[in-house]
């Protein structure tokens, strides 16, 4: 017998809403069975009595019912009882109704005739929601964009529907993610983060559903997919218009019949997670273009979050850069250093192609070259772009009209790796190539120092011993 509270104590009861003696019955002998109690009504008129008399900790109401339709009942519910989760009951096969249910707010649908270990999850789930408070992870920032970002996430926390998460490159689609997941009542199972296209196609299937051992050549052991890794959690797919067409058709069944079948398997394995996906791609323009499969596009994209491009918050920015710089100087055990009011001027003028992720980029890399306290407008080294922003002063050592524009603008990025080559040979030149002391003369880690050795191809340079 499983007691979905963890304790002794009973939860609220559920509400069941249905017209079918049968299936209200099944309902209450599950939920009898994890010691949760419930009580049945058989019209929507009679759910709205209840609702006014009695708190309950869920509702499980039918679409059909004689005196309305349940979507009315959901949609009264998000606005009279907005902590109320809800889950529906859908006739075998009706996606559409499911999908309309989970727009207008319900939490979850099962589809008749009811399986019942998936309405003992749905149930588990649903009494296990509530806010979470302990995640390290948070949304920086107190402009009106950013405030209806957390609303947002806070909202489909809650629910069970796929949300669909566009924004920009660098923007910070993960991490809306990971806060979904971490919020919602799935937090304490896997988060799997999926780049869908980082996985060769050929790969795509057998990475994210698995396969037998010898369905194919070098299979020499049964393999977990990605999809499975995730159960009872979240499944977050990025870039998700990166998929290939056929996959996209397996994807979508998985999500509707919520199985799996393993390559080189006959039979399907049923699975439970939640489905978030990401894309810096226009994905309505994929699906005109015929680049993405509509049925899928809306499948997933149930609810939609539009994360804010840096530039669209600009009074965000020096809450970002004290964060920043905060976090890099203790991962590199100095003291947090300030920036000059030039590199302030600069900063703000400047507009962030790759927003928040490029900000994190810039102020490392100041970082590095940052002698003093004081980080100047020159350590910055923005990069130049077709849609910067006037700065207040030019670059020191430039005459006016000397800033770099057009096609000398491309040369920038060459330039600024030939910089920083340059003053990481200096300093390991000057410790006589070690490269812990090489780091410390460069206020970095060994690890970034490691990392930039190699970015930059510079194993090769250290003279061999003597």
């Not at 979507?71 to 809800?86: F, K, M, T, Y």
């Not at 948070?138 to 996430?153: E, F, I, N």
């Not at 994209?301 to 994360?307: A, L, Q």
């Not at 192609?353 to 923005?382: H, K, M, W, Y």
Request: charged share 20%; proline share 8%; hydrophobic share 40%.
């Amino acid at each position: 017998m499983s007691n979905v509270t963890g304790s002794h104590r009973l939860p609220q009861p559920v509400l069941i809403v249905d017209d079918e003696p049968d299936l209200c019955e099944l309902l209450g002998i599950t939920l009898q069975r994890m010691q949760v109690p419930s009580q049945a009504v058989h019209s929507l008129a009679a759910a709205k009595e209840a609702m006014a008399t009695t708190p309950f900790a869920l509702c499980l109401a039918d679409l059909r019912l004689p005196d309305g339709d349940g979507l009315d009942l959901v949609a009264w519910l998000q606005e009279r009882h907005p902590g109320l989760p809800v889950a529906v009951i859908t006739a075998h096969g009706n996606v559409e109704s499911a999908v309309r249910a989970l727009k207008l707010g319900a939490f979850d649908f099962l589809s008749k005739p009811l399986d019942v270990p998936n309405l003992r999850r749905v149930v588990s789930q649903a009494l296990r929601g509530g806010p979470r408070t302990t995640s390290s992870r948070s949304l920086l920032g107190t402009s009106a964009p950013m405030q209806t970002l957390r609303s947002l996430v806070a909202r489909v926390a809650r629910s069970q529907a796929p949300v669909h998460i566009a924004g920009e490159s660098g923007s910070g689609k993960e991490l809306v993610a990971r806060l979904i997941h971490d919020s919602g009542p799935r937090r304490d199972g896997p988060f799997v983060a999926v780049n869908c296209g980082a996985i060769p196609a050929e790969l795509l299937e057998s990475e994210l559903f698995g396969h037998k051992r010898g369905a194919f050549t070098g299979a020499v052991a049964d393999h977990k997919g990605l999809v499975q890794a995730a159960e009872g959690g979240t499944l977050f797919l990025d870039e998700v218009a990166d998929l290939p067409l056929h996959m996209q058709v397996k994807l979508l069944r998985v999500i509707q019949e919520r199985t799996l079948r393993p390559v080189g398997e006959t039979s399907e394995t049923p699975v439970d997670v939640r489905w978030l996906s990401a894309t810096h791609r226009d994905l309505a323009q994929a699906v005109a273009n015929s680049q993405f499969r509509e049925d899928l596009y809306y499948r997933i994209n149930v609810i939609e979050i539009r994360v804010p491009a840096l530039r669209e918050r600009p009074e965000d920015l020096p809450e970002l850069v004290e964060h920043v710089l905060a976090r890099l100087a203790g991962e590199q055990g100095r003291p947090v250093p300030s920036l000059s009011r030039e590199a302030q001027a600069r900063l703000a003028s400047y507009p962030f192609p790759g927003n928040v992720r490029e900000l994190e980029n810039i102020l490392e890399r100041a970082l590095a070259f940052s002698e003093g306290p004081t980080v100047t407008a020159d350590e910055l080294q923005l990069r130049a772009t077709a849609n910067a922003l006037p700065v207040a002063a030019p670059a020191a050592g430039l005459p006016p009209d000397a800033t770099p524009t057009g096609a000398s603008a491309g040369t920038m990025t060459n330039q600024l790796a030939d910089l920083e080559r340059t003053t990481i040979l200096q300093a390991l030149e000057k410790s006589r190539w070690n490269r812990t002391a090489a780091a410390q003369l460069l206020g970095l880690t060994f690890r970034q120092l490691r990392y930039r050795i190699a970015k930059l191809g510079l194993e090769d340079k250290e003279p061999p011993a003597p």
